[in-house]
């Protein structure tokens, strides 16, 4: 990194003043911050300053921006001595910064710096003609093209030691040099085998408007396929009103059957059950919305099965059914159930259980 040092007392000017033409532009600067916030018109009177001064800023030009932003002196010298666009010694006809951040470090920067070196002498001094100084200052902005310099207002990149000492002399010659890339490749493409945006429409204007045209054709397309969809349509609506298909008449329905032909209806309405075989052509038992006996016709109202109590949970948070001998409801009509399929929850006493065991040893009641 550069030191950041104002030039030596000797090559100090004593004063320092705008010219009119400077003056004004700088009021126009100014002029656009509001009231009080003239201080941030700073960088752009300083820039013009040193552009003033032959390209590096002298103490007096500081103090000047200073005082003519009502800034305090120090303010002013720190925002100069930071930034390294602001040279604060005297510099050649074409001032070299060197970028020497890692990428352009790890590029060949470090070869740059000891050619400038070789050839010029330290950072910081002109040489003896006076064309040239230099210094090595931090990222400029342009490292895909790395390692790069800056010279005076100018971009140079993709440089080598060699590329660098021909533009040197061809700027010292007075020749045309060519700004940018030194290896001829065009802003940030690839170094080597450009395999993208190779196709000439993209740049010669042929494909301006081609989205627009593109999703015209496709919505006309969409148009189409809309027009025909409501074409075949509209001819199946005409062709079904003028030839109608006869409709089964449970189309559609639940098949159901009387609830007066249910067996246990038959019972309790005295008939006889009904014959399955001569059932034919009624409704099937199994598609009946009614609740019919799979077993054969029933004969008398009551429980359907040896069972005739239904349980109901003991707790609703196990949800588990209770022991049949409390808490359990007789269906309505039931007749009570035989002993034999009740039971005392005995077997369920799980497999190899000494039936004789009363339990863990303890104090029995009334022993
Ligand atoms: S690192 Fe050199 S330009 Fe960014």
Redesign the pocket.
């Known amino acids: 990194m550069a030191n950041r040092r104002l030039a030596p007392v000797s090559e100090q000017p004593e004063r320092f003043a705008f010219t009119p033409e400077n003056a004004e532009w700088a009021k126009g600067q100014i002029a656009k911050y509001p009231e009080g916030r003239q201080a941030s018109a700073v960088i752009p009177l300083l820039w013009k300053a040193q552009e003033q001064h032959g390209g590096w800023l002298p103490r007096k030009a500081i103090e000047a921006v200073a005082d003519q932003l009502g800034m305090p002196h120090i303010r002013v010298l720190e925002v100069a001595t930071f930034y390294t666009m602001f040279a604060l010694e005297p510099v050649g006809r074409y001032w070299i910064q060197v ?1 020497g ?4 470090d790890v590029c060949g920067a470090r070869e740059l710096k000891q050619m400038l070196h070789d050839r010029l002498g330290p950072p910081g001094h002109v040489d003896p003609q006076g064309t040239f100084s230099w210094l090595e200052v931090e ?5 895909c093209n ?3 310099a800056q010279i005076n207002h100018d971009y140079y990149e993709d440089l080598t030691p060699e590329s660098l000492g021909r533009l040197m002399d061809d700027l010292a010659a007075g020749r045309p040099v060519r700004v940018g890339s030194q290896t001829g490749r065009t802003s940030s493409e690839p170094k080597d085998a450009v395999t993208t945006l190779q196709d000439e429409t993209l740049f010669d204007g042929s494909r301006v408007g081609a989205w627009r045209k593109r999703f015209e054709e496709e919505g006309l397309k969409e148009t189409g396929a809309e027009a025909a969809r409501g074409e075949a349509e509209k001819a199946r609506t005409e062709n079904a009103a003028a030839d109608p298909k006869p409709a089964k008449p449970t189309a559609g329905r639940a098949s159901e059957s009387p609830a007066a032909a249910a067996p246990a209806q038959r019972a309790a309405d005295g008939q006889a059950p009904v014959d399955p075989a001569a059932a034919t052509g009624q409704a099937a038992p199994e598609r009946s919305t009614v609740a019919v006996s799979r077993t054969g016709p029933e004969t008398e109202p009551g429980p359907r099965s040896g069972r005739s109590y239904t349980t109901t949970p003991s707790n609703p948070d196990e949800g588990r059914p209770v022991a049949e001998t409390k808490g359990s409801t007789r269906e309505a009509g039931a007749e009570p159930m035989a002993a034999p399929g009740r039971t005392d929850g005995s077997q369920a006493k799980p497999v190899g259980v000494d039936p004789a065991d009363k339990g863990p040893p303890g104090p029995k009641p009334g022993g």
């Open positions: 970028c951040t890692v990428p352009c990222c400029l902005g342009a490292c790395a390692p790069m």
